[in-house]
């Protein structure tokens, strides 16, 4: 949708110029729904990664343009990797990465660095041109600042420090959380910052609040297909009880096996899931009684958007003070380890697994869980405070776009009505 301005052609739809996601399955996915939202919310936006990853990534986003009504626009934008020395060729994603050389991807995403600059300064010249020319959409240039520099220490620690004080180099934050749940982070980030801060979560299908839980009809729309059927997990689930479902969910690793014994003497309980697992049914199912996870942020906010207490296991990255809001701040889990060779014994998990399902403790966990489930649902809803800030955001991106497009039309009626100099 256009509109004329003085002979110039002006989209009503800013730009936002690039989502960069980390090269991870657990980050791929939920920019992919913060894409998604804010493309539904009229602008255009382009998620930028490697070619592999954009390509398992096509299908979904064809499906969401196809089927949105108005048309959203989303527009995937593929940088080719250079080689990585250290890691053998095709690498792209830390899920096709051993565990040991993570930290050789995190530190050489950087060289992504070059490849997304020539990509923003061809759309600016693109977007210029299509100010004066033709009418196609004006871009917004990112702030975002890519040097390339040593990292000292531990380079997976080094990748982690050096992207967040980066993000706070912006001209402003979006967190996908909401206020009522992470109200003091949000007031520390906006008084260190001095920046807007824009909490807009739980970014999740809208679907998951209602009181069916999860459209079973969209379980797949989300990120990775699961490996196993949703039929089959489906069909197992609801010969269970409420509360008492054991799943387990295991990447597949050449060097882990199970006993020969443990699935054949498990299979009246359990349910072993050896790859992804679609944890959003799961979790959606009224026999699923807690979770047990290592607490990553997207995992919290499905298991606090779907009322569910929780076991945590912090291994990494930001897993820790993801674990002390959960258990200290909030009340709604029940810690049994810490760090990723902090295996707990029998007795612990055997503790935490009767108190969470079983005792007063785990109850007042359960209904504390459930009350944010309520909050969660209140703040995307209409006039809710996410709800709110996703406006907010969209109206602060739409001015600053304006603004770009004035000050480049300005500066091109200027160069035109400046008469050229006489030759002597």
């Known amino acids: ?33 913060l894409t998604k939202l804010l493309a ?31 048309g959203i626009d989303i527009r995937l934008v593929s940088l080719p990797m250079p080689p990585i020395e250290g890691l053998p060729p095709g690498i ?14 995190m530190k050489s995403s950087y060289k992504l660095a070059g490849q997304f600059e020539q990509w923003e300064e061809q759309e600016m010249k693109n977007a210029e041109d299509q100010i004066h020319n033709s009418p196609s959409t004006p871009l917004r240039k990112s702030e975002l600042a890519f040097t390339m520099r040593d990292s000292y220490g531990n380079p997976m620690q080094s990748f982690i420090t050096d992207e967040i004080n ?48 999860v459209e079973r009809a969209t379980h797949d729309s989300r990120g990775k297909s699961a490996d196993i059927s949703e039929a089959e997990c489906l069909q197992w689930l609801d010969k269970r009880s409420p509360n008492s479902a054991f799943i387990w969910a295991i990447k597949r690793i050449p060097e882990i096996e199970l006993p020969e014994w443990f699935e054949e003497r498990t299979k009246d309980r ?10 959003l049914l799961i979790l959606s199912h009224p026999s699923t009684g807690s979770f047990l996870s290592h607490y990553g942020w997207n995992s919290t906010l499905e298991s606090i958007s779907l009322g569910v207490p929780m076991i945590t296991w912090p291994m990494f990255a930001e897993k820790p003070f993801n674990n002390k809001l959960l258990v200290e701040h909030l009340g709604i889990a029940e810690q049994i380890c810490s760090h990723m060779d902090g295996v707990g014994d029998e007795y612990v998990v055997k503790r935490a697994v009767i108190k969470v399902l079983a005792e007063e403790g785990g109850k007042m966990m359960r209904t504390r869980a459930q009350e944010l489930r ?51």
């Open 166 to 213: 980066r993000s706070m180099e912006g001209s402003g934050v979006i967190f996908n959380t909401f206020y009522a749940l992470d109200s003091l982070g949000i007031e520390h980030i906006k008084s260190l910052t001095k920046r807007p801060v824009w909490s807009i979560g739980p970014i999740l299908p809208k679907k998951l609040f209602d009181a069916e839980g």
């Open 1 to 33: 949708m256009w509109n004329k301005m003085n002979g110039y052609e002006k989209s009503s739809k800013p730009h936002l110029a690039v989502v960069t996601p980390y090269v991870g399955q657990g980050h791929l996915i939920p920019f992919l729904e």
């Open 92 to 105: 792209e994603s830390s899920e096709t990465v051993p565990l040991h050389m993570i930290g050789i991807l």
């Open 40 to 70: 539904s919310h009229g602008l255009i936006v382009s998620y930028t990664s490697t070619p592999g990853n954009i390509e398992r990534l096509q299908l979904q986003v064809d499906h969401v343009i196809k089927s949105s009504n108005p």
């Open 270 to 279: 359990e349910l072993v899931i050896w790859g992804w697992a679609p944890q």
């Open 374 to 424: 309520i909050k969660a649902k209140l703040a995307v809803e209409k006039n809710g405070s996410s709800h709110a800030n996703l406006q907010t955001f969209r109206e602060y991106v739409k001015e600053r776009h304006d603004n770009w497009v004035e000050y480049v039309k300005e500066r091109h009626d200027n160069w035109v009505l400046t008469p050229q100099s006489s030759p002597k």
